[in-house]
């Protein structure tokens, strides 16, 4: 009975500490740096998924830089839809004429986004971490100030 209940206490401490190790998520985006989820809490976040052979994200990238440029309390990343990676992931870019963020680690199941095969796609993640706006094609200025408005 002695050694049961030692190995009972055993078991309990071995969960409670996995429990305490458990590893946050990280983002890691184009330029080097690793985004904790925790440091993207309270703050509004944009995310447009996009490809280089998709003329309407080529339309609305000139509009996603501005509303980056113009709104600093949003945080906006891209996504590549073709996962691209390494220099063919950087020539898109430039290519693009990308000038925020763009995720290497697709965020997907981070934010349990539904996911389509029509682009541009953009989702809005609310300050409490919440998908709370999937818009589906180009984005304006407006549309893109009004989804975080209304909510």
């Given at each position: 009975?002695?050694?049961?209940?030692?190995?009972?206490?055993?078991?309990?401490?071995?969960?409670?500490?996995?429990?305490?190790?458990?590893?946050?998520?990280?983002?890691?985006?184009?330029?080097?740096?690793?985004?904790?989820?925790?440091?993207l809490r309270g703050?509004?976040?944009?995310?447009?998924?996009?490809?280089?052979?998709?003329?309407?994200?080529?339309?609305?990238?000139?509009?996603?830089?501005?509303?980056?440029?113009?709104?600093?309390?949003?945080?906006?990343?891209?996504?590549?839809?073709?996962?691209?990676?390494?220099?063919?992931?950087?020539?898109?870019?430039?290519?693009?004429?990308?000038?925020?963020?763009?995720?290497?680690?697709?965020?997907?199941?981070?934010?349990?986004?539904?996911?389509?095969?029509?682009?541009?796609?953009?989702?809005?993640?609310?300050?409490?971490?919440?998908?709370?706006?999937?818009?589906?094609?180009?984005?304006?200025?407006?549309?893109?100030?009004?989804?975080?408005?209304?909510?």
């Amino acid at each position: 009975m002695r050694q049961l209940k030692l190995s009972l206490l055993l078991f309990l401490c071995a969960f409670f500490l996995m429990g305490c190790s458990h590893q946050e998520k990280v983002l890691q985006d184009n330029q080097n740096h690793a985004i904790p989820l925790s440091d993207l809490r309270g703050k509004w976040i944009v995310i447009n998924y996009w490809a280089d052979w998709c003329d309407y994200c080529v339309e609305e990238m000139h509009t996603l830089n501005e509303f980056h440029q113009t709104h600093p309390d949003v945080i906006m990343y891209g996504v590549n839809y073709d996962r691209l990676t390494g220099d063919e992931l950087s020539s898109s870019i430039q290519k693009m004429k990308i000038r925020f963020p763009v995720l290497l680690n697709d965020p997907e199941s981070t934010w349990h986004l539904t996911l389509t095969d029509y682009l541009p796609m953009t989702f809005i993640i609310n300050p409490n971490g919440q998908l709370v706006k999937r818009i589906d094609g180009t984005v304006s200025t407006q549309s893109l100030t009004q989804a975080i408005q209304q909510v």
